[in-house]
């Protein structure tokens, strides 16, 4: 079956420290894949997404991820992050047309000031 | 924007009651979702839906039931509700026309809490 790993569950970094979160999945077909986040009360929203094409997608709010096929990663980076940063943030995989997602576990990060 | 609806946001029922939770798209897409995610878990696809009078049921079983009678409503019935039914359920909706990979859009969630 096909699964999707987020390595850390909790994250808690400072204001203006840069952020990296990991996303595994596994399965060796074609993939889209998927970076959403959750702010405290709100719904989830999608961050950046990858179809085809160049490997290093850039999203809203200064976020970006990099597709490695060979290592079935995509991974979300900020360069600094700021206090609204604050979020649960998930990773999803879409692998058949009809557009199912397999979701993560989420990582929440916690931004201080 | 999305915009995508569920009600109600927050419900506490008692065990055994029969429940309806809403959901209402107004992007006019085909394909409609429903997931049960629970604190610090991914979220499981429950049921989905391409279109009218299609359903599907998901990854994760569940005991509910869907309808899809038009294209903008996907509402999700329990019939006796059971505590072990409390969790978080999102509704999502996604465009039907090109290739796979759209991305899903999220209604803000109903919490189910079952006494």
């Known amino acids: 079956a096909q699964s999707v790993s987020q390595h850390n569950h909790h994250v808690i970094l400072s204001e203006a420290a840069s952020l990296e979160l990991g996303c595994n999945y596994s399965y060796g077909g074609t993939v889209n894949l998927f970076w959403y986040v959750q702010y405290p009360g709100q719904h989830l929203q999608l961050l950046l997404k990858?179809?085809?094409?160049?490997?290093l997608v850039k999203g809203i709010k200064g976020f970006e991820a990099e597709f490695i096929k060979s290592k079935f990663s995509f991974n979300l980076r900020k360069p600094s992050v700021q206090w609204s940063d604050t979020a649960e943030y998930f990773c999803?995989?879409?692998?058949?047309?009809?557009?199912?997602?397999?979701f993560g576990a989420g990582t929440q990060v916690v931004v201080t000031p | 924007e999305a915009d995508i609806y569920q009600t109600p946001r927050y419900l506490v029922i008692g065990t055994g009651k029969k429940i309806t939770l809403e959901c209402s798209q107004t992007?006019?897409?085909?394909?409609m979702y429903w997931y049960q995610q629970d604190p610090g878990m991914e979220l499981h696809l429950i049921h989905y839906?391409?279109?009218?009078?299609?359903?599907e049921k998901g990854d994760l079983s569940s005991e509910s039931t869907v309808s899809r009678i038009r294209t903008e409503h996907f509402p999700l019935t329990l019939e006796s509700a059971r505590p072990s039914h409390t969790s978080q359920y999102l509704c999502a909706s996604s465009d039907l026309s090109g290739t796979g990979g759209r991305e899903q859009y999220f209604g803000p969630g109903t919490r189910l809490t079952v006494t």
């Open positions: 992007m006019g897409h085909d394909k």
């Open positions: 990858y179809f085809s094409g160049d490997p």
């Open positions: 839906s391409y279109g009218v009078n299609s359903t």
């Open positions: 999803a995989v879409s692998t058949d047309s009809w557009g199912k997602f397999q």
